[in-house]
């Protein structure tokens, strides 16, 4: 960790000044407070209202659980050929124990989520006398703030410790200034508002015994306290889901009008079926991932949508992982060791789709027995590293003329 003594360097950071005003909980600096904002429907967008929207958090839920369930391993290379380095110190760090409280898959998961939901994911790393990486810890994306002072990238987490940029594990979402993501949920705030605003007026639609709004009217003046014992009456006797649908018994020549328009007649539930294709659209999932199958009613356009979810929305995730990986996780002497997602392990539960694709790969010659077996968690066997070639292939221009038939 850097040193919290440098007080030249914690002054640079938080000195109040009108470009860079100092912060506390009781003055929140802007950039605390407009994280997500509010939007134009009135509704606050945040992190744990954003997740109370069904489709926000099946979108996080989705992309963060896959990536976690990505095999990923340290390779190293020697040029010709690449080998998981099971015995590397980083190895054990990323495929089993990041730190003493989580799992690899958990780690990776949590990680995943703040990417996806903030547009960056931040874990602090420990290292042991050697520099060698020993820990990694996920922090918390809402505590934490990227500066550029005197040059150099540095962290401040909590507003009291500073981390240098080789400290920080800091995978980067969309960015606009090449320091931090972008949060969909800033960028697109009013989309998640809107839909938080139907999911309200549906749960308050139903809480009001799935009946719209009305007026009573009476042939004579009442009184204040006539009035207000009237409503309480009235909404005790037909407020509620249990008691919705009854019957309503008015006296003394009252009488009930309903007003406002029907939910389904204002198209209620298309708008909340629109608003999770656009939360679809926002975090790149097919529709049929979050229970859309409107338009995936065949085979052929599930497994299309399925090959664009790891090829457009979970593909580039990952390699922002494996970059910041590789940049912050080894040594400079340590070239040839890199840390990598076996994307096939997305396949594992697409058992006939997994044997054909083995099956091209033997046929075609860039996969041995023993490669497949290695890649289906089986031990090697006698004779598994020999390689097809089919007996009709010759190279490119090459003259087959008189090759002898017999």
């Given at each position: 960790?850097?040193?919290?003594?440098?007080?030249?360097?914690?002054?640079?950071?938080?000195?109040?000044?009108?470009?860079?005003?100092?912060?506390?909980?009781?003055?929140?600096?802007?950039?605390?407070?407009?994280?997500?904002?509010?939007?134009?429907?009135?509704?606050?967008?945040?992190?744990?209202?954003?997740?109370?929207?069904s489709a926000v958090y099946a979108a996080v839920r989705i992309i963060s659980e896959t990536i976690a369930s990505i095999p990923l391993n340290v390779y190293v290379y020697d040029g010709?050929?690449?080998?998981?380095?099971?015995?590397?110190?980083?190895?054990?760090?990323?495929?089993?124990?990041?730190?003493?409280?989580?799992?690899?898959?958990?780690?990776?998961?949590?990680?995943?989520?703040?990417?996806?939901?903030?547009?960056?994911?931040?874990?602090?790393?420990?290292?042991?006398?050697?520099?060698?990486?020993?820990?990694?810890?996920?922090?918390?994306?809402?505590?934490?703030?990227?500066?550029?002072?005197?040059?150099?990238?540095?962290?401040?987490?909590?507003?009291?410790?500073?981390?240098?940029?080789?400290?920080?594990?800091?995978?980067?979402?969309?960015?606009?200034?090449?320091?931090?993501?972008?949060?969909?949920?800033?960028?697109?705030?009013?989309?998640?508002?809107?839909?938080?605003?139907?999911?309200?007026?549906?749960?308050?639609?139903?809480?009001?015994?799935?009946?719209?709004?009305?007026?009573?009217?009476?042939?004579?003046?009442?009184?204040?306290?006539?009035?207000?014992?009237?409503?309480?009456?009235?909404?005790?006797?037909?407020?509620?889901?249990?008691?919705?649908?009854?019957?309503?018994?008015?006296?003394?020549?009252?009488?009930?009008?309903?007003?406002?328009?029907?939910?389904?007649?204002?198209?209620?539930?298309?708008?909340?079926?629109?608003?999770?294709?656009?939360?679809?659209?926002?975090?790149?999932?097919?529709?049929?991932?979050?229970?859309?199958?409107?338009?995936?009613?065949?085979?052929?356009?599930?497994?299309?949508?399925?090959?664009?979810?790891?090829?457009?929305?979970?593909?580039?995730?990952?390699?922002?992982?494996?970059?910041?990986?590789?940049?912050?996780?080894?040594?400079?002497?340590?070239?040839?060791?890199?840390?990598?997602?076996?994307?096939?392990?997305?396949?594992?539960?697409?058992?006939?789709?997994?044997?054909?694709?083995?099956?091209?790969?033997?046929?075609?010659?860039?996969?041995?027995?023993?490669?497949?077996?290695?890649?289906?968690?089986?031990?090697?066997?006698e004779g598994g590293d020999v390689y097809l070639q089919p007996l009709n292939m010759a190279q490119a221009g090459e003259d087959n003329t008189n090759v002898d038939a017999d």
């Amino acid at each position: 960790m850097a040193d919290n003594n440098n007080t030249g360097l914690l002054a640079r950071l938080f000195r109040s000044s009108p470009e860079n005003p100092s912060t506390s909980l009781s003055n929140p600096a802007a950039w605390l407070t407009g994280l997500f904002g509010t939007s134009k429907t009135g509704v606050q967008v945040s992190e744990d209202n954003a997740l109370t929207f069904s489709a926000v958090y099946a979108a996080v839920r989705i992309i963060s659980e896959t990536i976690a369930s990505i095999p990923l391993n340290v390779y190293v290379y020697d040029g010709e050929t690449r080998v998981i380095a099971r015995e590397h110190p980083i190895q054990k760090l990323l495929a089993h124990t990041p730190n003493t409280v989580s799992s690899s898959f958990t780690f990776r998961e949590s990680m995943a989520a703040n990417l996806v939901l903030h547009g960056n994911a931040y874990a602090k790393i420990e290292f042991n006398a050697a520099g060698r990486p020993i820990s990694l810890t996920p922090l918390n994306p809402m505590l934490v703030e990227v500066k550029i002072v005197d040059g150099e990238k540095v962290y401040v987490f909590n507003e009291k410790t500073t981390y240098l940029d080789y400290e920080i594990i800091h995978v980067v979402g969309l960015s606009f200034n090449g320091l931090t993501g972008k949060s969909p949920l800033t960028v697109a705030r009013e989309a998640v508002a809107i839909g938080l605003a139907a999911q309200e007026y549906g749960a308050r639609f139903y809480s009001n015994g799935a009946n719209t709004g009305g007026i009573i009217t009476a042939p004579g003046r009442l009184s204040i306290d006539a009035i207000n014992r009237l409503k309480q009456s009235w909404n005790r006797a037909n407020g509620g889901l249990s008691n919705s649908h009854g019957t309503a018994i008015l006296e003394e020549g009252m009488k009930y009008e309903k007003i406002g328009l029907d939910p389904e007649a204002a198209q209620f539930l298309q708008s909340r079926k629109f608003q999770v294709n656009e939360i679809a659209r926002i975090f790149r999932i097919p529709p049929s991932y979050l229970a859309d199958l409107e338009n995936s009613s065949t085979r052929a356009n599930v497994e299309q949508q399925a090959i664009q979810f790891v090829r457009d929305c979970v593909t580039p995730y990952v390699r922002r992982f494996e970059v910041e990986f590789n940049r912050k996780l080894f040594r400079e002497d340590e070239p040839n060791y890199y840390a990598y997602f076996t994307m096939e392990g997305l396949m594992r539960g697409d058992l006939q789709g997994r044997y054909q694709a083995y099956a091209t790969a033997r046929q075609w010659g860039w996969l041995s027995v023993n490669d497949i077996r290695d890649l289906e968690n089986l031990n090697p066997v006698e004779g598994g590293d020999v390689y097809l070639q089919p007996l009709n292939m010759a190279q490119a221009g090459e003259d087959n003329t008189n090759v002898d038939a017999d």
